[in-house]
């Protein structure tokens, strides 16, 4: 499920739904592997020299991008989303979608931990995936957006949300279209016209871009 990561020396990050996580060099030889015992079939992400990752037991770990070493690893959720969804990372922040329910691919919440050492900084929950009609406040697929001091991301239903990167703190929340999906899609890109754009299927055979 996963997309590999590269680095500023051309390495390359790959983790497996087998719930290892794999480093390679430029030239595809293996560097070293760090097996997190539980699946994650999400995408990494790196930042200061340390990949970050989140497994389907609600684990998180911080992985040291030159030897593969354990910087530390904590449990932040439940469990995370069972299909592919992104971590994001930025200066003082790692952003994870997570779920404080067992359950399947969605999320029903979006964590921001420390980098450092895995402390939780603040949590945003949209909605509980097993309790209709709030299904469609759920995420999936999710690829949380740091943008000008903000975190962006969907719903289930196209819906889009702000909350401020310093406190997890809602800024803003457009509700999504009534019966949509974008369990194909999933993700939100900000483009450099500073506009979100959400793409999501209303109805069986039709596709719909929002911008917000």
């Known amino acids: 499920h996963s997309t590999p990561m590269i680095d500023g020396d051309l390495n390359v990050y790959i983790q497996s739904t087998t719930g290892y996580v794999y480093s390679l060099t430029p030239a595809g030889e293996l560097r070293w592997e760090f097996d997190t015992g539980a699946a994650n079939p999400g995408n990494l992400a790196l930042l200061d020299g340390a990949v970050f990752v989140i497994t389907s037991d609600g684990s998180a770990y911080s992985i040291d991008a030159a030897t593969g070493a354990q910087l530390w690893g904590h449990k932040i959720a439940e469990s995370a989303p069972s299909d592919?969804?992104?971590?994001?990372?930025?200066?003082?922040?790692?952003?994870?979608?997570?779920?404080?329910?067992t359950m399947g691919g969605a999320s029903t919440d979006i964590v921001a931990v420390r980098p450092s050492d895995g402390g939780i900084l603040w949590r945003y929950s949209q909605?509980?995936?097993?309790?209709?009609?709030?299904?469609?406040?759920?995420?999936?697929?999710?690829?949380?957006?740091?943008?000008?001091?903000?975190?962006?991301?969907?719903?289930?239903?196209?819906?889009?949300?702000?909350?401020?990167?310093?406190?997890?703190?809602?800024?803003?929340?457009?509700?999504?279209?009534?019966?949509?999906s974008t369990t194909t899609a999933g993700g939100l890109v900000v483009g450099p016209n500073e506009k979100a754009y959400v793409a999501l299927n209303p109805r069986d055979g039709e596709g719909m871009l929002r911008v917000f």
Not at 84 to 101: D, L, R
Not at 135 to 149: F, L, R, S
Not at 150 to 158: A, E, I, P, R, Y
């Open 84 to 101: 592919t969804f992104s971590a994001a990372a930025t200066e003082g922040f790692v952003i994870f979608p997570a779920t404080q329910e």
């Open 127 to 180: 909605g509980s995936p097993r309790i209709l009609p709030h299904w469609d406040e759920a995420g999936y697929n999710q690829m949380p957006a740091v943008v000008d001091n903000s975190v962006l991301f969907t719903s289930v239903n196209g819906g889009a949300y702000r909350v401020g990167l310093q406190d997890g703190k809602e800024m803003w929340h457009t509700p999504g279209v009534d019966g949509a």
